[in-house]
């Protein structure tokens, strides 16, 4: 379903809402997917966006994707620090539990700059939130929000601390974070239950070909292991 949200930040996103084929027994299940960097041609039909759709709606999900404000038929302007954007996040994560009502389980999915903006929006206190990382770009990550990476690291800190379930995937041979990169900061990263790191050899920022079929099995089994 396409839709046009107003939003409480003052934009208005464009916006896509899909319903699972069944509801999941639990009760109903959202997750919400964020897209590349929009300076860059970041939009809601990204490919990967769209793989990472096909992987949640096999496990029943009601989903949102949206064009990021300046994207598409989404008013207002594109942020350089990314603040903006995650102001617009939390505002449609409320939009769309109150929407879909009686949500169990929120997940917040971000691909590329779209995982930098999913950590500035905190788990909803009354509603069990995992987050799930793409390519998070460690590599040019000060470039991409007008060196505002202290505030992203302490954004990503808080998650981990409320015990919100994370999950980490990067490709060996990402064309903007090297393995090494990747190693050094996972390594760093808080040492808690809630968070699994999932390296895959041979993928790409892009997820082409086969490195495409791994990353949906892994975010595949991530689900199978959620809580219900």
Not at 165 to 187: C, K, N
Not at 211 to 224: F, K, N, Y
Request: proline share 4%.
């Amino acid at each position: 379903m396409a839709l046009t949200i107003q939003l409480s930040t003052g934009v208005s996103l464009e916006a896509e809402l899909c319903a699972p084929q069944a509801e999941f027994s639990g009760g109903p299940r959202l997750a919400i997917f964020l897209h590349p960097w929009s300076w860059l041609g970041g939009r809601m039909d990204d490919p990967v966006v769209s793989l990472l759709m096909d992987t949640f709606e096999r496990h029943d999900f009601h989903m949102l994707r949206y064009n990021s404000r300046g994207v598409g038929r989404s008013t207002g302007w594109a942020s350089l620090t990314g603040s903006s954007e995650g102001e617009d996040l939390c505002a449609l994560v409320n939009w769309a539990v109150e929407r879909i009502g009686n949500v169990k389980r929120l997940f917040l999915v971000g691909y590329s700059h779209g995982s930098l903006i999913t950590t500035l929006c905190p788990s909803l206190p009354s509603i069990p939130t995992s987050y799930l990382l793409v390519s998070y770009p460690v590599g040019p990550r000060a470039w991409l929000t007008l060196f505002r990476s202290s505030l992203y690291e302490k954004a990503l800190g808080s998650i981990l601390e409320s015990k919100a379930g994370v999950l980490v995937v990067y490709g060996t041979e990402d064309e903007f974070t090297s393995a090494e990169r990747y190693e050094r900061w996972t390594s760093g990263l808080s040492s808690v239950e809630n968070l699994e790191i999932s390296r895959i050899e041979g993928g790409s920022h892009f997820w082409r070909g086969g490195s495409g079929r791994q990353l949906s099995a892994t975010v595949d089994a991530w689900l199978l292991h959620q809580p219900r």
